[in-house]
């Protein structure tokens, strides 16, 4: 809600202003402060309205026992008003005061339950009505004296003591070190009023203050959480130390029954809150960025263990709270909140997105203890002391701040891991994941220079004929279009039979084919040479539907082949320390490309080594036919090749399959050096298949050999130049 304000510094004004008359208003309006003007001793009449006992209190420094009693004469006593805020006591001359107040009770309410509601009574306190003790506050010496002005203090006054249709006392002994306390206005009401009252009161005054502590550990205990998954970010220890500070002054109400010495415990809730506020300008320091130097904040502590000090020094606990309040409040506390509040300005104006929150914050506190001195200037009781409330609000704010930047953390964080995973899938589409599975890396960060594993797989290659002159006849644009559209009909089969495209160079293409006997899913039984075959068989089906629809468009035809071989190769990186690249490198490899090429030569689609055909675990379910036996470049010994015609037209593939037996025949013959009569069974083979290019190749080796017949070592390899 607060970034619209970004561009509108009057509508934020205009808020902080409704803020500020939200705070100060209800109480300066609600008039809670009674003057009573009754120029006699109050009667209680009814109790279906409350009688405040404001008039003609009187009051004796001292300590007697006597004091205490109904009969006792106070008429020489000093008189005042309650309430009184600031109440100065005179604990030069003595720590106890008596206070003692008479009115009536009309007799008429004889038999009904009366409530005495006193409000906040002084630190240590006995109440007595008509001399009998009926409720106290705090403990008396020679206990150590603690006790809390902050409770809510409410009695029933018991009906055997209260004299009906004549006069009756109030008396309170109070013991203090300070130099000054509150008087509140107390009432006679009745029980169920008292009670309601008290619950108010104990909720705004009492209960609010330890909901502050508990707030305050449980944000600390996040912050602390916060600095220590990121300790980097060390405004969380700031903030973290400052919220303890908060809690262990706002905790004042958990001493009421513990035995310590009050002006220790007041020494230890200033220390803490001054030492957290030192620690919450740490945090905003360092979470602005701003003034935020070691010399600062040397300064800023310095300054504040010379308080904590100064005041623990004290003698007693007046000149302690002297201290505190006509000193470091003015010199140090309130400079320290005008701070923070300036630097949240300054980081609002430098377009942090996160001071608006936390200027609101320092606003809320500000503007709850202005009110809370403006009343105790004039010495004047609100409705209710709003400080705590601010202070409540404020670490409302620092939750808030944090859920803001957490959020904003988690959506850069998505927003990374959505950018992260396209880099991934840009990362896939040049290195394939099953290449990093084959090298044992599960990411590509931790792939290095020379890494490498020997595989046993099966290597797919695959050319288009004559593409070079092809896109002579197109435009670059058109040439990518048909190359793209190409390659995508040519992986699908690759991918759907588990095998992977190591690289496209060009317009051919490499892929890979692994033994995957150890993968659960891979329950098809088929080794790599199987998939291998599968692969190139849908390859070429793919080609004649592309080819339907590139005649429709440019009335052309492409024509591919594709060669395949099976063993061990390598897989690896290769490159420099600023560009790396992923390989497969081996003799498999080498063999593979050349058989491809054979494909021109005679005039195959596909055309697989014995050692993918010896690989194949359902060769039957394949359309396969033995070629030649083939020296290919760079290599020595020769290698067995078969054609695979599953994909060719229909009339090729029958005539094919018709003359395999013949085919076989004519190549035992070859090899067995009878060039006539093998001449003769491809001649026959020949007029049965005159589309097939393989009996013309036999029948003019077997001419050339009957005219130059080979050598005893010859092994009938053809040697091949490419």
């Keep these: 809600m607060l970034k619209k304000f970004d561009h509108d510094p009057k509508g934020f004004l205009f808020l902080c202003m409704w803020v500020l008359a939200w705070i100060l208003l209800p109480s300066a309006c609600s008039t809670p402060i009674y003057q009573i003007e009754s120029t006699g001793i109050e009667t209680v009449k009814t109790l279906s309205e409350r009688t405040y006992l404001g008039y003609d209190w009187k009051v004796a420094i001292g300590d007697n026992a006597d004091y205490a009693s109904a009969d006792y004469d106070d008429s020489q006593w000093q008189s005042l008003t309650f309430p009184i805020n600031g109440y100065p006591y005179a604990i030069k001359k003595s720590n106890f005061f008596w206070f003692r107040k008479h009115f009536y009770v009309s007799d008429n309410l004889r038999g009904e339950s009366l409530g005495y509601f006193s409000g906040k009574l002084p630190e240590a306190t006995e109440l007595y009505f008509n001399g009998a003790l009926i409720g106290t506050s705090g403990s008396m010496p020679p206990d150590n004296y603690y006790g809390n002005s902050c409770f809510t203090r409410s009695f029933i006054l018991p009906d055997g003591l209260i004299n009906y249709g004549g006069k009756n006392v109030v008396a309170m002994r109070v013991y203090t070190e300070k130099s000054n306390g509150d008087l509140k206005l107390p009432f006679v009401t009745n029980n169920t009023d008292r009670i309601t009252t008290f619950l108010i009161e104990y909720t705004f005054n009492t209960a609010l203050p330890n909901i502050v502590t508990f707030l305050a550990l449980i944000v600390a205990s996040y912050f602390f959480l916060m600095y220590i998954r990121n300790n980097k970010e060390r405004f969380n220890l700031y903030i973290g130390i400052a919220l303890v500070g908060v809690a262990i002054w706002s905790s004042g109400l958990t001493f009421e029954y513990m035995p310590i010495n009050f002006t220790l415990i007041n020494k230890i809730w200033y220390s803490a809150l001054f030492i957290g506020e030192c620690f919450f300008v740490f945090y905003f320091l360092d979470f602005y960025n701003i003034h935020n130097h070691p010399a600062v904040k040397i300064v800023l502590f310095s300054a504040t263990l010379i308080s904590c000090v100064t005041f623990w020094m004290a003698p007693d606990l007046a000149s302690t709270m002297f201290l505190i309040y006509n000193v470091f409040y003015v010199v140090l506390l309130s400079p320290m909140n005008i701070y923070i509040l300036v630097l949240s300005i300054m980081a609002w104006k430098r377009g942090n997105p996160y001071a608006r929150i ?365």
Excluded at 447 to 455: A, D, E, R, V
Excluded at 492 to 520: H, R, W
Aim: proline share 3%; glycine share 4%.
């Design 358 to 722: 936390l200027f609101v914050g320092v606003l809320l506190v500000i503007l709850t203890a202005f009110h809370d001195m403006f009343y105790a200037f004039f010495f004047q009781e609100p409705v209710m002391w709003l400080t705590n409330l601010g202070i409540g609000l404020w670490i409302f704010t620092l939750y808030l701040n944090a859920a803001n930047r957490f959020m904003d953390t988690k959506n850069k964080a998505e927003e990374l891991n959505i950018e992260l995973s396209q880099q991934k899938n840009a990362f896939f589409r040049f290195v394939p994941s099953q290449f990093l599975s084959l090298l044992g890396k599960e990411s590509a960060i931790d792939i290095t220079l020379g890494n490498s594993s020997l595989k046993r797989m099966s290597v797919l290659f695959s050319d288009i004929r004559k593409f070079t002159s092809l896109s002579e006849e197109l435009s670059p644009d058109q040439s990518f279009d048909l190359l793209n559209a190409y390659l995508m009909m040519m992986e699908s089969p690759i991918t759907e039979n588990q095998g992977f495209v190591d690289k496209y160079v060009g317009d051919a293409i490499m892929a890979l084919f692994a033994e995957l006997e150890s993968d659960p899913s891979d329950l098809s039984g088929f080794s790599s040479a199987d998939k291998a075959v599968k692969a190139a068989i849908g390859m070429r089906r793919n080609l004649l539907e592309f080819n339907r629809n590139q005649k429709l468009k440019h009335n052309f035809l492409l024509n591919n082949g594709v060669g395949i071989n099976t063993g061990s190769l390598m897989l690896g990186t290769v490159g420099s320390s600023h560009r790396l690249d992923t390989t497969v490198i081996g003799d498999s490899v080498n063999l593979a490309a050349r058989l491809e090429k054979l494909t021109q030569y005679y005039r195959v689609s596909i055309i697989i080594s014995h050692m993918s055909f010896n690989a194949l675990t359902h060769p039957e379910e394949f359309d396969i036919r033995e070629l030649d036996l083939v020296t290919v470049k760079g290599r020595n010994e020769p290698c067995l090749i078969y054609d695979v015609f599953s994909a060719d037209p229909d009339n090729l593939k029958e005539n094919k399959l018709a003359t395999m037996e013949l085919l076989s025949e004519g190549i035992m013959a070859y090899r067995d050096k009878k060039f006539r009569e093998a001449h003769g069974i491809f001649k026959k083979m020949r007029e049965k298949s005159p589309d097939d290019i393989l009996p013309v190749l036999y029948m003019k080796r077997c001419l050339e050999y009957v005219k130059n017949p080979p050598s005893e070592q010859w092994n009938a390899s053809f040697r091949v130049h490419y």
